[in-house]
Structures are given as structure tokens and as C-alpha cells.
T-cell receptor, first 113, second 114 residues
């Protein structure tokens, strides 16, 4: 089954404790991206990756890091989480440029205390 | 600048048509999308339209694009309770020949009353 998986689905942490949210896709997609969804703000892109070892900032990259060492995985790293990073995070992947078949993961709900 | 605007709420009765509207600002947008998000779930791509098209129909869904007014709409015919969800409009445009980010609106929450 074609899918995008994220782990964990729910996470409560404290300020400053490094965490990683994993994202994996089994469709051999080149393009992957991370979004955060906040009430009243919709979805905002954090980082995206066009292919292995190719990553670039989205609209709200501050406080986040990503890596793309393998095609299937695109982890989101919060080196020192802060309460304003409490949000719902979505990973997405698609074949390439046109993205009309973009697949979203189920979401990771993060609470930073 | 880049901005995608949608009204936040829409309420309709089951069996009626729903029309969700969206405006965008970037005239260089090439693809425009509609996504559906059901409670507790991720986003599901419903349909998309290329900017050189005026209309696209897919079963109960009709997308209309007015490029002059930068207005996009999604019409759902015979709306069902299962259509209750948040609908996001999104645009993609290009900078200097390379792909830009996908810009989402804030989402329209559609409530369908039986």
C-alpha cells in the first residue's frame, strides 16, 4: 500500500529537549516536505527536499532542521524545541515537480511544555 | 506577495450544492489545488487545475478558475454528510523557472446538516 508514515503520532516534550519526527514514504518519490498546521494559519511549509541531499527552506524554517540521506526518509529535527513549536506537523511526498499526486502523512501532534 | 484567502466556514444542508471560494494573489501560479482534511486525518488531494484551464469536472466536483480575477472555486454537487471536512485551496508557482513552494489557504470548514 502506497503511504507516508510519521512517527510518533503524538508527542509531549519539554523546552530544550531535542526531538526527531520521522517521515518515511514507500513510493520512491523524489519530493518530500514538512508542514505545520496551526489554528487560523492553515498549513505552512517548513522545509522541502527535491531529492537525496537536496533540501531547502520553506516559509517557516526557524527552529527546525531536516536531512535527506535516503530517498524514502525525511526526518524533521527540533534541536531545542520551544512552546511556539507546539503544532500539528504533516509530512508529504510526491513524484516530482507537478505534485498533483502529493501524499500526506497522518500527522504528528506535538506539545512543547 | 503570496497569499491565498478563503472564508473560514460554510454550512449547507444535505443534498444542496456547496461552493467554496478562494482568491490568490500570484498571477504566475501554474497549478491550483483543492485538498480535503477530515477530522484527525492528513490532507487528501481532491482535485487540481492547471492555470490555462477554466473549468475541470470530476464526478460531483467542479472547479472553476477565473484567472483574470485570481478566483478559484470548488463546487460539490449533492453534498453529503461525509463531505463535512476542512477544504484547503493551494497554489504553486514558479520563480525564475524553478518550482516554488505550495502555498495553502487557511481552510474552509464545511458543515453539512442532515
Amino acid at each position: 500500500e502506497a503511504q507516508v508514515t510519521q512517527n510518533p503520532r503524538y508527542l509531549i516534550t519539554v523546552t530544550g529537549k531535542k526531538l526527531t519526527v520521522t517521515c518515511s514514504q514507500n513510493m520512491n518519490h523524489e519530493y518530500m516536505s514538512w508542514y505545520r498546521q496551526d489554528p487560523g494559519l492553515g498549513l505552512r511549509q517548513i522545509y522541502y527536499s527535491m531529492n537525496v541531499e537536496v533540501t531547502d527552506k520553506g516559509d517557516v524554517p526557524e527552529g527546525y532542521k531536516v536531512s535527506r540521506k535516503e530517498k524514502r526518509n525525511f526526518p524533521l529535527i527540533l534541536e531545542s524545541p520551544s512552546p511556539n513549536q507546539t503544532s500539528l506537523y504533516f509530512c508529504a511526498s510526491s513524484v516530482g515537480q507537478s505534485q498533483e499526486t502529493q501524499y500526506f502523512g497522518p500527522g504528528t501532534r506535538l506539545l512543547v511544555l | 506577495g503570496e497569499d491565498v484567502e478563503q472564508s473560514l466556514f460554510l454550512s449547507v444542508r444535505e443534498g444542496d450544492s456547496s461552493v467554496i471560494n478562494c482568491t490568490y494573489t500570484d498571477s504566475s501560479s501554474t497549478y491550483l489545488y483543492w485538498y480535503k482534511q477530515e477530522p484527525g486525518a492528513g490532507l487528501q488531494l481532491l482535485t487540481y487545475i492547471f492555470s490555462n484551464m477554466d473549468m475541470k469536472q470530476d464526478q460531483r466536483l467542479t472547479v472553476l478558475l477565473n484567472k483574470k480575477d485570481k478566483h478559484l472555486s470548488l463546487r460539490i454537487a449533492d453534498t453529503q454528510t461525509g463531505d463535512s471536512a476542512i477544504y484547503f485551496c493551494a497554489e504553486r508557482h514558479y520563480y525564475g523557472g524553478s518550482q516554488g513552494n505550495l502555498i495553502f489557504g487557511k481552510g474552509t470548514k464545511l458543515s453539512v446538516k442532515p
